[in-house]
């Protein structure tokens, strides 16, 4: 049995995906700082990423890591870097030290793209974000991609289902973060998230990073009306258009073809 250490399994992304994980019949553990219920199957493992000494007993001879635990809606942009840089950092010197061997998936963000896009984001395109969150996500990365590591990078579009409360969170984030109502952005439902990690642990995303979409842009306008909480339309012009759009080319290519195509199809099917 392949043993699976998940970090962030008690997010809004990991809640959903641990249980999945055990039954698909990894052996799944997961990183915790204190008491939390896990789905049968899962063990806890006391640890903090931002302290070394406590990872060790975490990543002791695990065969793969999944690495979702993030920081992001908060002012304190010194705790955003922390989290996502010295924290994926600290988690990396102790799988080369404990579990070289490892396969080490880490989820990153859309996000990390540039606002002033001409069309869809390539994985390929230069990535210099502004915002701490971006900016902390495609430093976290680089090293990654420099431990010598076996490892794989999945840059995660809005994630939606399951009542996650991530929809209904548009009627605040929209005037929180200035969203055009008409700004559309790249969506994938957690079936699908979990889907594209399965994928990324046979082994076929080795060495890559590969944005994950279901291929159907939503606009603000439209979470907000899905999950039941309407927002008010626009005709201002909307500027940069693109930013927010992924293009999921090399993830299909490597065999992703998702199972919830669009967000419609989820509400239509109960699964918002």
């Known amino acids: 049995m392949t043993t699976l250490l998940l970090t962030g399994a008690t997010g809004l992304v990991g809640s959903r995906l641990l249980p999945r994980l055990v039954e698909d019949g990894y052996a799944c553990r997961a990183l915790?700082?204190?008491?939390?219920?896990?789905?049968?199957?899962?063990?806890?493992?006391?640890?903090?990423?931002?302290?070394?000494?406590?990872?060790?007993?975490?990543?002791?001879?695990?065969?793969?890591?999944?690495?979702?635990?993030?920081?992001?809606?908060?002012?304190?942009?010194?705790?955003?870097?922390?989290?996502?840089?010295?924290?994926?950092?600290?988690?990396?010197?102790?799988?080369?030290?404990?579990?070289?061997?490892?396969?080490?998936?880490?989820?990153?963000?859309?996000?990390?793209?540039?606002?002033?896009?001409?069309?869809?984001?390539?994985?390929?395109?230069?990535?210099?974000?502004?915002?701490?969150?971006?900016?902390?996500?495609?430093?976290?990365e680089q090293l990654l991609r420099d431990s010598g590591l076996t490892w794989a990078v999945l840059r995660l579009p809005f994630v939606y289902g399951e009542g996650?409360?991530?929809?209904?969170?548009?009627?605040?984030?929209?005037?929180?973060?200035?969203?055009?109502?008409?700004?559309?952005?790249?969506?994938?439902?957690?079936?699908?998230?979990?889907?594209?990690?399965?994928?990324a642990l046979t082994g076929v995303m080795d060495g890559r990073i590969a944005n994950v979409t279901d291929g159907s842009p939503v606009t603000i306008y439209e979470m907000a009306r899905l999950a039941g909480h309407p927002i008010e339309g626009s005709a201002e012009p909307l500027t940069n258009p693109w930013f927010g759009h992924l293009d999921g080319t090399l993830l299909r290519e490597l065999g992703f073809t998702p199972s919830v195509p669009t967000i419609h199809t989820a509400a239509r099917d109960g699964i918002l």
Not at 76 to 100: C, F, M, Q
Not at 167 to 196: C, E, K, M, N, W
């Open 32 to 140: 915790v700082r204190g008491d939390v219920a896990l789905p049968p199957g899962a063990t806890g493992v006391r640890g903090d990423l931002a302290d070394p000494d406590t990872l060790r007993a975490a990543v002791d001879g695990v065969d793969a890591v999944v690495h979702l635990a993030a920081v992001f809606r908060t002012q304190d942009e010194d705790a955003i870097w922390r989290a996502n840089r010295d924290g994926t950092r600290n988690l990396i010197a102790a799988v080369k030290e404990h579990a070289p061997g490892a396969r080490f998936v880490m989820s990153s963000t859309g996000n990390v793209y540039n606002a002033d896009a001409t069309r869809p984001a390539l994985e390929t395109d230069e990535c210099s974000p502004t915002a701490a969150y971006g900016a902390s996500k495609v430093a976290a």
């Open 164 to 199: 996650d409360g991530h929809l209904a969170s548009i009627q605040t984030l929209a005037p929180q973060f200035g969203l055009h109502p008409a700004q559309s952005y790249a969506v994938a439902h957690h079936r699908d998230i979990a889907a594209a990690v399965r994928l």
